[in-house]
T-cell receptor, first 113, second 112 residues
Framework: ETGVTQSPTHLIKTRGQQVTLRCSSQ?????VSWYQQALGQGPQFIFQ???????GRGNFPPRFSGLQFPNYSSELNVNALELDDSALYLC????????????FGAGTRLSVL | GEDVEQSLFLSVREGDSSVINCTYT??????LYWYKQEPGAGLQLLTY?????DMKQDQRLTVLLNKKDKHLSLRIADTQTGDSAIYFC????????????FGQGTTLQVKP
């Protein structure tokens, strides 16, 4: 167990809807990264948050957005859901004082119908 | 470029050693990682190696790093059925240390 918790575990949405996924980072960690893992693929970096600001972004459109809160927890928001957004969404937390080694949560499985 | 390559499948007998290989492209990566993913679960950090090291051993796990060839391997000694999972190699992209670049994963099947 890493101490990184994600909610909900599963979610079903329809195309065009909006979704919010949540992540609580491990105690002592100040950085949160989000990844999308499509079936049969490796995780793809969406973005990272540090000091409540986006600190790097992968090749994802602006309808993917996020927040980090003062307690270092984070949200991933996806607007105008598309069928291809169906995936496992993984959150990882890390500490800038410990080499940014990333520890992952169990993920949120999103299905878009 | 950003690319991490792994073979897709490996099958071994229980008790044998498993070796999972990976090649990466970013020679400036600071750390290289091995993660394990069991069905329906998140990623478990198995081990990582700092880029100035050649080898790291942690109980049954041995990581070898060849920086010249940009090749990383994970050896699991005395492989058990509980080791059956998907193993991902990852490098941290030097342009943004927060971004990990993952391979496609190697499915390890351990036969009794």
């Amino acid at each position: 167990e890493t101490g990184v918790t994600q909610s909900p575990t599963h979610l079903i949405k329809t195309r065009g809807q909006q979704v919010t996924l949540r992540c609580s980072s491990q105690s002592g960690h100040n950085t949160v990264s989000w990844y999308q893992q499509a079936l049969g693929q490796g995780p793809q970096f969406i973005f990272q948050y540090y000091r409540e600001e986006e600190n790097g972004r992968g090749n994802f459109p602006p309808r993917f957005s996020g927040l980090q809160f003062p307690n270092y927890s984070s949200e991933l928001n996806v607007n105008a859901l598309e069928l291809d957004d169906s995936a496992l969404y993984l959150c990882a937390s890390s500490s800038t004082s410990s080499g940014n080694i990333q520890y992952f949560g169990a993920g949120t499985r999103l299905s878009v119908l | 470029g950003e690319d991490v390559e792994q073979s897709l499948f490996l099958s071994v007998r229980e008790g044998d050693s498993s070796v999972i290989n990976c090649t990466y492209t970013d020679s400036s990566s600071t750390y290289l990682y091995w993660y394990k993913q069991e069905p329906g679960a998140g990623l478990q950090l198995l081990t990582y190696i700092f880029s100035n090291m050649d080898m790291k051993q942690d109980q049954r796990l041995t990581v070898l790093l060849n920086k010249k060839d940009k090749h990383l391997s994970l050896r699991i000694a005395d492989t058990q059925t509980g080791d059956s999972a998907i193993y991902f190699c990852a490098e941290n992209y030097s342009g943004n240390t927060g971004k990990l670049i993952f391979g496609q994963g190697t499915t390890l099947q351990v036969k009794p």
